[in-house]
């Protein structure tokens, strides 16, 4: 009954807009598959958050700290690559969603600090986790994989599997990671892929309820 009621309340998050990485390397945010500066909040694409950029290629990562926003350039030449954005503190309010520091404390029906993390694998070899926050991977080399064929996915949170994280694939919910942080999921098409995750962690002594994790994995399918 838990996972169930897990499963609906992030539903909303993961239908939400969403994060990925293009061939040339550039974040985007929108819907797949549609024109993302159609899409796009009108003050998204000046918006910047404090972030972490790594960059694995044969093996080495490279990791670059400071602000980044929606459009700008991950990494180029990497095997894999990864960004991981610090959105801010947000509240849920009868009337919207707002920054938890404009909320009126006797208002707020739900609070959290959003964190997100975009992947991309340009090489399927390439397939383990970075080891940094919380990410979607593979358990198994995925070369090879086409349209039908079932992804071996893994959810880490800096390396180590996480059981519960809820999963959806091109934004519907498919189900949960199992003890082992381990799901499957069949491909539907071929060409960019992306599967999302999603992690609650429950806080005390702090300005928000909980830290809500997204973690976004992008590949290209033959």
Same mark, same amino acid.
């Given at each position: ?57 044969? *093996? $080495? ?5 400071? #602000? ?5 350039? %991950? =990494? &180029?030449?990497? !095997? ?78 800096? *390396? $180590? ?5 809820? #999963? ?5 919910? %498919? =189900? &949960?990671?199992? !003890? ?43």
């Amino acid at each position: 009954m838990y996972r169930l009621f897990l499963l609906l309340a992030t539903a909303a998050t993961l239908t939400a807009h969403e994060y990925w990485i293009d061939a040339s390397g550039s974040l985007q945010r929108g819907h797949l598959g549609a024109d993302a500066s159609e899409h796009m909040h009108k003050d998204e694409a000046v918006k910047q958050y404090p972030s972490e950029r790594y960059c694995r290629q044969s *093996g $080495a990562v490279d990791e670059v700290k400071g #602000v980044f926003g929606v459009s700008e350039r %991950v =990494g &180029t030449a990497c !095997d894999t690559m990864m960004v991981i954005l610090h959105l801010g503190d947000y509240a849920k309010t009868p009337y919207g969603i707002v920054a938890a520091s404009e909320a009126n404390p006797a208002m707020v029906l739900k609070s959290w600090e959003s964190i997100e993390s975009v992947k991309r694998l340009n090489q399927l070899s390439d397939f383990a986790p970075l080891g940094k926050g919380f990410e979607l991977s593979f358990s198994r080399d995925p070369s090879g994989l086409e349209a039908g064929d079932k992804m071996r996915l893994l959810a880490t949170y800096d *390396g $180590a599997p996480k059981a519960g994280a809820v #999963v959806a694939y091109e934004g519907r919910v %498919v =189900g &949960t990671t199992d !003890d082992a942080g381990r799901i499957n999921v069949r491909i539907r098409h071929a060409g960019l892929q992306l599967v999302r995750a999603t992690l609650r962690q429950p806080l005390t002594n702090a300005p928000v309820a909980e830290r809500l994790y997204n973690a976004t994995l992008n590949l290209e399918v033959k």
